[in-house]
């Protein structure tokens, strides 16, 4: 894989699934250059959500962050793309939407910590996008393809 190639996932949570904000959401991917290589419209079961958010099985809001996860359809997608990761998180802002500046996702559209609208790999962790992709999609739902519009957002392609 080319330094282009690193994977990421992301997801819409149900709150902004049900505010409409899957278009807008991606669009801000799409404007910087990130590739969608896969993308699902999904309901989370609560096995799932535990995987997903095993980290934080001891925490005082898991419980409530589990019901609220499977509480309605997600968006889930693979964006691939130089630093995806981090670049991705950038965008995403600080977990509280209160504490995310105005340009990122929450800080533009959320308000509440439990309803942060948006989930991405940490980059913090390690192997935790991969860990991601792995969990909600096969190899198989991964699409293959060359992005024309690569040519032009790096130098080097
Ligand atoms: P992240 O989504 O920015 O990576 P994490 O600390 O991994 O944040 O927490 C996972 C999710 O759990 C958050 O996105 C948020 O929805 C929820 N969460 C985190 N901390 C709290 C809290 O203190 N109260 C309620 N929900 C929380
Ligand atoms: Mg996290």
Do not use: C
Not at 15 to 27: A, F, K, T
Not at 29 to 40: H, I, Q, S
Not at 67 to 91: C, H, K, N, W, Y
Request: aromatic share 8%.
């Amino acid at each position: 894989m080319s330094d282009h190639d690193e994977r990421t996932f992301v997801m819409v949570k149900p709150d902004g699934v049900q505010r409409g904000l899957i278009g807008e959401i991606v669009s801000r991917f799409e404007d910087r250059g990130l590739k969608l290589v896969a993308g699902k419209f999904m309901r989370i079961d609560e096995e799932l959500a535990h995987d997903h958010y095993g980290e934080h099985a001891d925490k005082p809001f898991f419980e409530g962050l589990v019901e609220f996860i499977t509480s309605g359809p997600v968006f889930a997608m693979v964006l691939e793309g130089a630093d995806a990761t981090r670049q991705v998180r950038a965008m995403v802002g600080e977990t509280d939407p209160a504490e995310s500046a105005p340009g990122t996702i929450r800080g533009d559209y959320g308000l509440d910590l439990g309803h942060n609208v948006i989930h991405a790999s940490d980059h913090e962790d390690e192997g935790a996008n991969e860990r991601e992709i792995d969990l909600f999609f096969d190899e198989d739902e991964i699409v293959d393809y060359e992005l024309d519009a690569a040519a032009w957002v790096y130098e080097d392609e």
